[in-house]
Each structure stands twice: as structure tokens, then as C-alpha cells.
């Protein structure tokens, strides 16, 4: 039987990855957009909040993954 050797860990610990907690989070804190004022077109602002979440989580999830992507001349199964 051929010896096989272990396979490196996959390095997915970095610290940028706990920046993806801030789009779960900042929705569950009710307390900052539970209000009428200010209006935006005649929506209220609980409204406009979560249109602007949707930004937020797609802005959190680009910036990780390019602060955390491979160069792409690396190849790792």
C-alpha cells in the first residue's frame, strides 16, 4: 500500500471573514430603524432601511472576498 501524505489545511480563518456578521446583525437591531421619519419618495424609513441592508450585505460580502480571494496563479484542491 502507497503512503499517502496529509493534505494541508484550507487557510479560511481570516480576520476579514468576521465582517460578514455585521449584515446579519445590523438587521436584528430593531431599535435603529423603527420609525416613520425621515421619508424618502413618501416611504417611511422602516422601508428605505432594509432596501439600504440589502446594499450593505452586498457591499460586506465584496469587500471579503476580494480582501480574501487567492492569487490566481495558486491552485489548491
Same mark, same amino acid.
Given at each position: 500500500?502507497?503512503?499517502?501524505?496529509?493534505?494541508?489545511?484550507?487557510?479560511?480563518?481570516?480576520?476579514?471573514?468576521? *465582517?460578514? !456578521?455585521?449584515?446579519?446583525? =445590523?438587521?436584528? #437591531?430593531?431599535?435603529?430603524?423603527?420609525?416613520?421619519?425621515?421619508?424618502?419618495?413618501?416611504?417611511?424609513?422602516?422601508?428605505?432601511?432594509?432596501?439600504?441592508?440589502?446594499? *450593505?450585505? !452586498?457591499?460586506?460580502?465584496? =469587500?471579503?472576498? #476580494?480582501?480574501?480571494?487567492?492569487?490566481?496563479?495558486?491552485?489548491?484542491?
Amino acid at each position: 500500500m502507497a503512503e499517502t501524505t496529509p493534505r494541508p489545511r484550507r487557510g479560511d480563518r481570516s480576520p476579514w471573514n468576521w *465582517l460578514l !456578521v455585521l449584515p446579519v446583525v =445590523v438587521p436584528l #437591531l430593531t431599535f435603529i430603524f423603527n420609525k416613520d421619519k425621515p421619508r424618502l419618495a413618501g416611504f417611511p424609513f422602516f422601508y428605505w432601511a432594509q432596501f439600504a441592508f440589502i446594499i *450593505l450585505g !452586498v457591499a460586506t460580502t465584496t =469587500v471579503v472576498y #476580494l480582501m480574501t480571494r487567492r492569487p490566481s496563479g495558486s491552485k489548491e484542491d
